[in-house]
Structures are given as structure tokens and as C-alpha cells.
């Protein structure tokens, strides 16, 4: 099982950027779907964006689309959320996740890390 690791998280005002990383370990990580997921106070985990092993394909909520942006450096071992124009609803711990499957697929998810919270005020 792949072991996860997120960072980057804090308080910023709305309209502010935040840049999140997650490192894994453990396994190979480029055999794997990456994913951000978020849950907000009182609310269920939901999906926020995922991007295949090779980095050519991606998928986003449309909560969160033409905001943020998730990459990957396979040499890293590192997955990334760049989160620009951030606004109060985003506010929430944010996860990162992997899939031996496709990051299509969110319900293949899982190796869930500790979390890292965002906090944006208004």
C-alpha cells in the first residue's frame, strides 16, 4: 500500500493561492491515478481533481474548475494542487488519494493521508 504525506495547507484570505503537496512512499508511485480530495466541516469527503500516471489526462469538479490545477512529478514522487482564486466555500482538509485504476474511476481511491487543512476567510 502507498503511504501519503500532504502539506502546504493554512489560512488566506479569499481570492488568495495556495499550492498543496502530497509525497508518497512505499510503493511505485507512477503505477498510480493521483487525487485531491476535500471534506468541509459536517460534510462528506468529495472529490476535487485527479490526473492519470503519465500526466496527460485530468479531471475536475466543477466546483473547483479553471481554480485549481493538479499535477504530478513522477521523479518526486509528489502530487500537487495549485488552488488560485480561492473563495470561503473551499475551505476544508484536504486529502490526497491513489487508484491502481483509472483516475476516472473515484470510488478506486484510497491510501488516504493524514490531511491538511485549508482555511479561507472572507
Known amino acids: 500500500q502507498v503511504q501519503l504525506e500532504e502539506s502546504g495547507g493554512g489560512l488566506v484570505q479569499a481570492g488568495g493561492s495556495l499550492r498543496l503537496s502530497c509525497v508518497a512512499s512505499?510503493?511505485?508511485?507512477?503505477?498510480?491515478?493521483m487525487g485531491w480530495f476535500r471534506q468541509a466541516p459536517g460534510k462528506e469527503r468529495e472529490f476535487v481533481a485527479t490526473?492519470?500516471?503519465?500526466?496527460?489526462?485530468?479531471y475536475y469538479a466543477d466546483s473547483v474548475k479553471g481554480r485549481f490545477t493538479i499535477s504530478r512529478d513522477n521523479a518526486k514522487n509528489t502530487v500537487y494542487l495549485q488552488m488560485n482564486s480561492l473563495k470561503p466555500e473551499d475551505t476544508a482538509v484536504y486529502y490526497c488519494a491513489a487508484s491502481p485504476g483509472s483516475h476516472y474511476v473515484i470510488v478506486t481511491f484510497g491510501s488516504w493521508g493524514q490531511g491538511t487543512q485549508v482555511t479561507v476567510s472572507s
Open positions: 512505499g510503493r511505485t508511485f507512477s503505477n498510480y491515478a
Open positions: 490526473i492519470n500516471r503519465s500526466s496527460s489526462s485530468t
